[in-house]
């Protein structure tokens, strides 16, 4: 019999939802067949409703009138939370609109369950905030709060990178000191523990636990202001000697959360005097016609898929002939690396400050466990996994791991 108590992994870029079933953790398919739906949703005014994860970009990319909203998770613990924002003729709380999307994961999940499910542990990332304890905790009691409102009775939160090690623990035979990689949408955390075939990922095992707010939507960020933004102005000269085009603009525009927030009347209103003062307004022209459309998420879409792209690849193209005929971004994995290197040079960092708070020397771990959709970049792996050559290297479920131990979590502590 299924019980009432479920796992819930709310990422910046995908989320799950799992349930202890026949004795095992299991990650429900909230999307079709998938187990994994990105934290999209899509406010379609034609049709008066929502859309959710794939369908939701299906929609937006079809050319559906609406508002697409993406890596909410990303304002928890700012004060962008706490504001309101319009949907079609209403306006809606943020929190309202997160609530909207664990409700979508939850009815799903009790749908397979056959019941409710009263009691939920959520994962979350080692820091909301960096550096801000304030800001963090109350990140977490607003997430807490939002659950609670979508019909939890009882919401408890696991660190991201311990349901990780959890998820990797039950595959272990010998005792060894592991490192757990998370690298998601938002943030990057790390879990160092010593491992044996009687361990459960408990608290007692943990040796280091540590993160750094730098993720995957911050890669595609800097990607898009490396190699697309100049051709939207970004960096471009001014009549006026000395001075450059505001930055503002394309950090909001390459930023998923930010990006709806650029279509008032004020903000194209001022680009249109910007432009006059510009030494080459065809590129602030294009800026503004970007605005015009409301294409914005189908421009960081691109971008994201230009990075997947360059993971594999040693080139990629972005289209940007919706904005105007004929235009192209051209990169390469260079400009990946280049566009990388600082985010990348500041989660070793990380890495570095947890073998201390370990105590543990970089050649004393035995395993590296990775997951989070970002540990596919060959830069970003690369240069972690260097960090400890004589490892052993695991993969797991890219998307999957933090949800599943979060259900063997919720399994320790309700079941």
């Known amino acids: 019999m299924t ?11 995908n989320s799950t939802i799992g349930l ?18 990105p934290s999209t ?3 379609d005014f034609e049709e008066n409703q ?16 609406g508002r697409m909203m993406r890596s909410l998770k990303s304002i928890l613990g700012t004060s962008t939370m706490e504001e309101s924002t319009m949907i079609g003729s209403q306006r809606k709380p943020f929190t309202a609109v997160l609530g909207l999307f664990i409700s979508h994961l939850k009815a799903k999940a009790e749908q397979q369950a056959g019941k409710e ?3 939920v542990v959520m994962g979350r990332p080692v820091h909301f905030i960096d550096g801000d304890e304030d800001a963090d905790l109350k990140a977490q009691t607003t997430l807490q709060e939002i659950a609670m409102d979508a019909g939890f009775q009882q919401v408890e939160f696991e660190y991201e990178p311990v349901a990780a090690a959890r998820d990797y623990a039950q595959t272990v ?3 060894e000191i592991a490192l757990i990689i998370d690298i998601g949408g938002g943030t990057s955390d790390f879990t160092i523990l010593r491992v044996d075939g009687q361990t ?17 939507t911050d890669f595609d960020r800097w990607l898009s202001l490396a190699r697309v933004m100049p051709h939207l102005g970004y960096q471009s000269e001014m009549l006026k000697e000395g001075r450059l085009m505001p930055v ?3 950090h909001d525009l390459a930023t998923w959360q930010k990006i709806n927030f650029l279509y008032d009347h004020k903000t194209r209103a001022d680009l249109r005097h910007l432009r006059r003062e510009a030494k080459k307004p065809q590129l602030i022209d294009r800026l503004i016609e970007l605005l015009d459309l409301r294409e914005g998420h189908r421009l960081a879409l691109g971008v994201e898929e230009g990075k997947i792209a360059l993971s594999e690849k040693l080139s990629a193209r972005i289209d940007l002939g919706f904005i105007e005929q004929k235009l192209k971004a051209e990169m390469d994995r260079t400009d990946l690396i280049m566009a990388l290197d600082d985010g990348v040079s500041r989660i070793r960092a990380t890495i570095g400050g947890a073998l201390e708070q370990a105590q543990v020397r970089a050649e004393q771990i035995g395993v590296v466990f990775l997951t989070g959709g970002s540990t596919r970049v060959p830069f970003v792996r690369q240069s972690l996994l260097g960090m400890v050559p004589g490892a052993r290297i695991i993969e797991g479920d890219v998307f999957g791991s933090v949800g599943t131990g979060l259900v063997l979590e919720a399994n320790h502590r309700f079941g």
């Open 3 to 13: 019980s009432t108590f479920c796992g819930l992994d709310f990422g910046t870029s």
């Open 20 to 37: 202890m079933q026949a004795q095992k953790a299991q990650l429900v398919p909230v999307e079709g067949a998938d187990v994994t739906i």
């Open 41 to 43: 949703l899509f406010f």
């Open 50 to 65: 929502a859309h959710f994860g794939r369908d939701a970009i299906a929609t937006y990319m079809e050319g559906g009138e």
């Open 117 to 119: 499910l009263t009691h």
């Open 173 to 175: 035979s010998d005792e």
């Open 200 to 216: 459960k990922g408990s608290k007692q095992d943990i040796l280091a636990n540590t993160g750094i707010h730098v993720g995957g």
């Open 248 to 250: 503002g603009y394309y």
